[in-house]
């Protein structure tokens, strides 16, 4: 089955700093690959997704790429704010399959 | 926008007990879900529903059941709580089980079991 392999966090950056969280996740197939934001006390919403090779997804100043050859979707975003501060989830979806999470990596943004 | 809607938001049980969580979307998808959340864990899915009148088992099945009740709704059930069963529980809905369709999830269950 599918997996997916997120940074460890927490990771912590001063307001304005540039961000990365990478991911790579194994499939058997050609999934299409979403990011997942959640923030303090709530559910999951979607942040970005990309559905086949050299896609971008972007959405609030965020982008992830999907990378084929590296079965990679790194998140990244190039001036964070406090309000950004959350857990981000990286999640394959294969063909008539279910989302799977990464373990999530919780970002903190200090002004 | 209602979007899921999860009942309750907070539930403590003892050891033993039983207890139905519900789950109901009013954006018409077909899929529905259950996943439990744990610190370190990530999401892991318990149980599914691509359409109405099918469910299927998920990574962490045991100790659970559940109902697709129609369309609309999605039930789980802890017949006997557990301590172990103690987590978030979030249900989750999608317009059909393809590949490139996000899904929608509700605020939350928070569950402990004492």
């Known amino acids: 089955g599918d997996s997916v392999t997120q940074m460890e966090g927490p990771v912590t950056l001063s307001e304005e700093a540039f961000l990365t969280i990478n991911c790579t996740y194994t499939?058997?197939?050609?999934?299409?690959l979403f990011w997942y934001v959640q923030y303090p006390g709530e559910g999951l919403q979607l942040l970005l997704k990309?559905?086949?090779?050299?896609d971008k997804g972007s959405n609030k100043g965020f982008e992830a790429t999907y990378r084929k050859e590296t079965t990679s979707f790194h998140l990244e975003k190039g001036s964070v704010q406090v309000s950004d501060s959350a857990v981000y989830f990286c999640?394959?979806?294969?063909?008539?399959?279910?989302?799977?999470f990464g373990k999530g990596t919780m970002l903190l943004v200090s002004p | 926008n209602a979007g899921v809607t999860q009942t309750p938001k907070f539930q403590v049980l003892k050891t033993g007990q039983s207890m139905t969580l519900q789950c109901a979307q009013d954006?018409?998808?077909?899929?529905m879900y259950w996943y439990r959340q744990d610190p370190g864990m990530g999401l892991r899915l318990i149980y599914y529903?691509?359409?109405?009148?099918?469910?299927d088992k998920g990574e962490v099945p045991n100790g659970y059941n559940v109902s697709r009740l129609n369309k609309r709704e999605f039930s789980l059930r802890l017949e006997s709580a557990a301590p172990s069963q103690t987590s978030v529980y979030f249900c989750?809905?999608?317009?059909?089980?393809?590949?490139?369709?996000?899904?929608?999830f509700g605020q939350g269950t928070r569950l402990t079991v004492v």
């Open positions: 989750a809905s999608s317009e059909a089980q393809w590949q490139d369709l996000e899904a929608f």
């Open positions: 499939a058997t197939g050609y999934p299409s």
């Open positions: 990309a559905t086949k090779a050299d």
């Open positions: 999640a394959p979806r294969e063909r008539y399959s279910t989302l799977t």
């Open positions: 954006m018409n998808h077909n899929s």
């Open positions: 529903s691509a359409s109405e009148g099918t469910t």
